[in-house]
C-alpha cells in the first residue's frame, strides 16, 4: 500500500481553521470545521484534510512539543461559508503531488513519510509546499488498524 505515486490534484474551496498548539487538537478542529460547515447549510464534499507548515519532522516536533505547531485543518466545502475569527473559505491550491497512502494508526505515518521522502530525493523532485493528510475514512466508524491516510507533498 505505501508506494509512491505522482497524481494531479485539483485545486479545491475549502473550510478551514488554523491555529498554533499540538497536534493533539488536530481531531476536534475537524469536528469543529465540520459541524461549523453544516450549521451554515452548506455540504461537506470530501474527507478531512490537515496542512503541515513546519518545514522537517524534527521542526514538528519540537513545536509540538512547545505547544506552538502550526496546525491547519480543511474541508472541501459546496456552498457558501460566512466566515468567523476562526474559521475561513478559500481555495486550497492544487498541482503536481507525490502521494503515498498509509494503512493503520495515525501515530504509524512515521514510515510512509521516510519512503516519501527517500522517492523524492531518487527521483530529483523538492517539495514545493506544506504536505496534506488526507484521511479517508472515520477512527470512529473503523478500527485503527483499518484507517486510510493519504499523504500528498507538491513536488
Given at each position: 500500500?505505501?508506494?509512491?505515486?505522482?497524481?494531479?490534484?485539483?485545486?479545491?474551496?475549502?473550510?478551514?481553521?488554523?491555529?498554533?498548539?499540538?497536534?493533539?487538537?488536530?481531531?476536534?478542529?475537524?469536528?469543529?470545521?465540520?459541524?461549523?460547515?453544516?450549521?451554515?447549510?452548506?455540504?461537506?464534499?470530501?474527507?478531512?484534510?490537515?496542512?503541515?507548515?513546519?518545514?522537517?519532522?524534527?521542526?514538528?516536533?519540537?513545536?509540538?512539543?512547545?505547544?506552538?505547531?502550526?496546525?491547519?485543518?480543511?474541508?472541501?466545502?459546496?456552498?457558501?461559508?460566512?466566515?468567523?475569527?476562526?474559521?475561513?473559505?478559500?481555495?486550497?491550491?492544487?498541482g503536481k503531488m507525490a502521494k503515498i497512502t498509509h494503512k493503520g494508526p495515525y501515530q504509524g505515518c512515521a514510515n510512509a513519510?521516510?519512503?516519501?521522502?527517500?522517492?523524492?530525493?531518487?527521483?530529483?523532485?523538492?517539495?514545493?509546499?506544506?504536505?496534506?493528510?488526507?484521511?479517508?475514512?472515520?477512527?470512529?466508524?473503523?478500527?485503527?488498524?483499518?484507517?486510510?491516510?493519504?499523504?500528498?507533498?507538491?513536488?
Amino acid at each position: 500500500m505505501e508506494e509512491v505515486t505522482v497524481i494531479e490534484v485539483p485545486a479545491m474551496k475549502v473550510a478551514g481553521m488554523r491555529k498554533r498548539g499540538k497536534y493533539a487538537q488536530i481531531a476536534d478542529m475537524i469536528t469543529a470545521v465540520y459541524q461549523y460547515i453544516l450549521e451554515q447549510g452548506a455540504r461537506p464534499t470530501g474527507p478531512p484534510i490537515y496542512i503541515g507548515h513546519e518545514d522537517s519532522e524534527e521542526a514538528a516536533m519540537a513545536a509540538n512539543e512547545a505547544g506552538n505547531a502550526d496546525i491547519e485543518v480543511a474541508a472541501p466545502v459546496a456552498g457558501e461559508i460566512v466566515e468567523t475569527d476562526e474559521i475561513k473559505s478559500y481555495e486550497l491550491p492544487g498541482g503536481k503531488m507525490a502521494k503515498i497512502t498509509h494503512k493503520g494508526p495515525y501515530q504509524g505515518c512515521a514510515n510512509a513519510y521516510q519512503k516519501l521522502f527517500v522517492w523524492v530525493a531518487e527521483n530529483s523532485k523538492r517539495i514545493t509546499g506544506p504536505i496534506r493528510e488526507v484521511y479517508i475514512n472515520d477512527p470512529g466508524e473503523v478500527s485503527e488498524e483499518e484507517l486510510l491516510t493519504e499523504i500528498y507533498a507538491p513536488i
